[in-house]
């Protein structure tokens, strides 16, 4: 039953070949005497898989599609109010939405303010992460994520910092009925399914860091709200994070902790274990509390083949420990059941090579996971209950 039960959890996803294509367009590229411009362009990106999980490979586990295709406005106007928009199209998922979408104004060289759809300022920016799969903390919500409201940016000396205020997350793309049966965004967010009926809401972000001789190192808070439609109540939610992007000649390091937790409640006002997770189109469960430790590192080699100009090598590695006590797990169907402690820890690593030619960008990634989301065939219990 032992090893019977470790094949059950022992989940992987082959990805050897993982083609991110990057090719910008721009359309219009104008330059005045007071140094604005602006830029019109896009990316089309491609993948081509291989997965293996517990059964053997069969012609259904390699695919090559047409991942994502996206248009990019940006005017940068340094005298005045700037623009930076994005918006993202996926045919795998049959979705669309807005990645992000700004105003900004530079009150001086050290001070910026955005406002509009802009990056949480949490954790290593702008990525914990060199694969193209992310690391753990994307998908709980606490990598590269966006939400609407307003940040100011200051540097001084050799410090940054950042508040933020925010008042809901990105909005949605096309309803669940053009989807695959959740919310189409880019970062994920906790979402009304199953028995609980939760939105977040106003929610502020400290982060500070410092710099020198191309290193960081800072600390992130979060502090926010869930609100119940069905309750009429809100409850806290909350998480912070030491990290640090250490470069020394080639090599690159990003170590970072961080721990967070929800205050959650079914519709009944019961104490849940687990929340749901939107984005893309698909909904997941998430636990309530944990605490994830990620490695990142990554070598730099400059080459001159052809048009290929530099080699990433790197190696990403997450570990999740799920510290969730007796709660209300939330099934899929609506239902429920009690769990007490048996949470399963989520681990993943990526190997893989990011080559770089012109405007074309290259993964080669192989994924490995252990109770996660997106490298499993029973999909969305990996960073909840893992069963």
């Known amino acids: 039953m032992g090893e019977k039960r470790d094949k059950k959890f022992l989940l992987f996803l082959f990805f050897l070949s993982n083609i991110f294509t990057l090719l910008p367009v721009y359309l219009v590229a104008q330059e005045s005497d007071d140094k604005s411009s602006l830029n019109i362009g896009g990316a089309l990106r491609y993948n081509i898989i291989l997965q293996s999980y517990e059964n053997d490979i069969d012609a259904t586990s390699s695919a090559f599609t047409m991942d994502t295709w996206r248009i990019n406005i940006l005017y940068d106007n340094p005298g005045g109010f700037g623009l930076n928009f994005e918006y993202r199209f996926y045919p795998t998922f049959g979705t669309h939405f807005i990645k992000q979408g700004w105003l900004d104004y530079h009150f001086s060289e050290r001070t910026e303010l955005q406002v509009g759809v802009t990056q949480v300022p949490f954790g290593n920016l702008q990525y914990n992460s060199n694969n193209w799969w992310f690391s753990l903390p994307y998908y709980v919500g606490l990598e590269d994520d966006h939400d609407m409201g307003i940040k100011l940016t200051h540097r001084r000396d050799s410090y940054q910092w950042d508040f933020a205020y925010f008042f809901q997350p990105e909005p949605e793309g096309p309803p669940e009925a053009f989807g695959t049966g959740g919310p189409g965004r880019y970062s994920y967010d906790v979402i009304p399914k199953g028995n609980a009926s939760l939105k977040e809401r106003n929610q502020i972000n400290i982060r500070g860091a410092y710099q020198f001789d191309g290193c960081e190192f800072g600390a992130s808070l979060q502090f926010g709200q869930l609100y119940s439609l069905a309750l009429d109540q809100f409850d806290s939610r909350y998480a912070f994070a030491v990290h640090a992007d250490i470069n020394s000649g080639n090599f690159n390091i990003k170590p970072q902790f961080l721990y ?71 099934l899929a169907d609506g239902t429920s059941l009690t769990l007490s402690n048996n949470f399963e820890n989520t681990i993943k690593n990526i190997i893989g090579i990011l080559m770089s030619a012109g405007p074309v960008f290259t993964y080669f990634d192989i994924a490995q996971g252990i109770n996660h989301p997106w490298l499993s065939e029973t999909f969305g219990t990996g960073v909840g209950p893992g069963h």
């Open 260 to 330: 967070y937790g929800m205050n959650a409640f079914s519709d009944e006002g019961h104490e849940l274990s687990t929340v749901f997770l939107g984005a893309y189109g698909v909904p997941y469960q998430v636990s309530t509390e944990a605490r994830i430790v990620t490695l990142g590192m990554a070598y730099s080699y400059d080459v001159d083949w052809g048009p290929i100009t530099n080699l990433l090598f790197y190696n990403d590695f997450s570990y999740m420990h799920n510290s969730v006590g007796k709660g209300i797990t939330q």
